[in-house]
Structures are given as C-alpha cells and as structure tokens.
C-alpha cells in the first residue's frame, strides 16, 4: 500500500531519502515505463519494448532488465551495475500530484510534489536530505523536481506516440525463444515490437509526419535497441558461472 500526500516543508523538513539501488528499496523489477523522449539514453543501454497493461488496455514503452517477474540483471550486489537508470524508478518515492490554485479568483491545476511515506526509501536518519536547515529546498529536491517534470511532459508525450504506432499498425507482438548456458530454456513474451514491414511501406507523407513529431527516431531508436538483448543473455549467463 502506498501513503501518497503532499509533500511541504513543515510536517517532512526532516526526511531524508535513501538513494542506494537495492531489491529491498524497490528495485527488482524486470521492467519499467520509459517514454519517448528517454530513449535516445535508454537505448543504450536496454532493449526498449512495448507492453500493454492488462486494466486499461492502454500500451506503453518499457526499458527490459530481465526475462521474468522480480528479474533484475542489472542489480548485483546491491548496486545497478547500468549506467543509466530510468526515469521511472529513479523518481521514487515521489510521484506528480495536482492541486487547485486561487489567483484573481481563478482556480488553476498546478502540479506538485507528492511523496510515498510508505515507501522503504524514505527515512529520518540515513539519506538525501529533502529541505535545507535553515528553509528552502535542498539540491536533490530541485532534482526530483526537474525528474518529476520530464516525466509529465514524457507521459504525456507518449500518449500521441503510441496513438500513432496504433493508427498506422506498427506494432506486433513477438516471442522470443531463449536458451541460457546451462541448458535451461525459457520464453518471453507478453512484449510488443515495432512492426518493421508496415513501417516501411508507410507513404513517404506519414513518414515526414512522423519525423517532424520526432517519432521516426524514436521508432528507430526502439528497433536498434534490440540489440540489447544480447547484453542481457550475457547477464544472465553470468549467474550459471
């Protein structure tokens, strides 16, 4: 369960946040969301899938870390061995909120900075610390903020990308037979790709339409990630060492 609430200066002046990676802060996950304008950097580094959620129906672009639920490969001895970590787990425990803003008479959304108090990262003793002693925000906050604030604009984003890819049918699912060093065998699937012969017979019209969105780069960002996939059988492997 979650303890979402509005984070301020008064009531959590003195928490702090734990920023080490570790299974027990959260992070032995096999994959998070990622979103188009992170995958110039995440590409890199991991193979960049799509997933559809099973209660919204909606699709999302994901960073892979493993071939099955709670599989980390990148976390090893309670450190990320990767050099980039996505957005969507380095912003934990916080998340974006919205609240209601007066001015003249009007009120306004304006998003805001929630924490997780719930949250294992968060602690009184050991940490980032969020608030400076003396009043105003500390460094690391002015960087949660700035996460917080991509990450909207890269939501928000993605929402007209993946109706793009879902308009012009450029999304297959896949299966991918795998087979590790000791002999052991395993699939993965669940996943969607990009659908590479319905990208190029596109007419060249979608295509500048796409390009000027800046969505051809990042579709061909997600195909060459793909070849990350290597890496992490690599990984894998190790463990059988």
Known sequence: MSNNVLLN???????KVITARSAQYGDAVWFAITFPREFRTAQAHYPIFFHKDSSSNQFFA???????????????????????????LRRQPFL?????????????????IHIDLDNPRVSHTEGEALFLPFGGSSPYLDEVASMLETIHHGMQDSKDFMAALLEHQ?????????????????QLAGFYTIHEDNLAALPAETLALLHQKGYLQAIYMAIASQANIRHLLQLKNKQFE
């Open 96 to 112: 974006i909120g919205q609240q209601l803003v007066r001015e003249d008479g009007i009120e306004t959304p304006q998003r805001v």
């Open 170 to 186: 450029l999304l297959e699912s896949f299966t991918l037979d795998l087979t590790f060093s000791n002999g052991q065998k395993q």
């Open 62 to 88: 994901v960073t892979l870390f493993g071939f099955q639920d709670k599989e980390n490969l990148f976390l090893q001895q309670d450190n990320w061995k990767g050099c980039y970590i996505p957005l969507m």
């Open 9 to 15: 200066s008064v009531e959590h002046r003195d928490l």
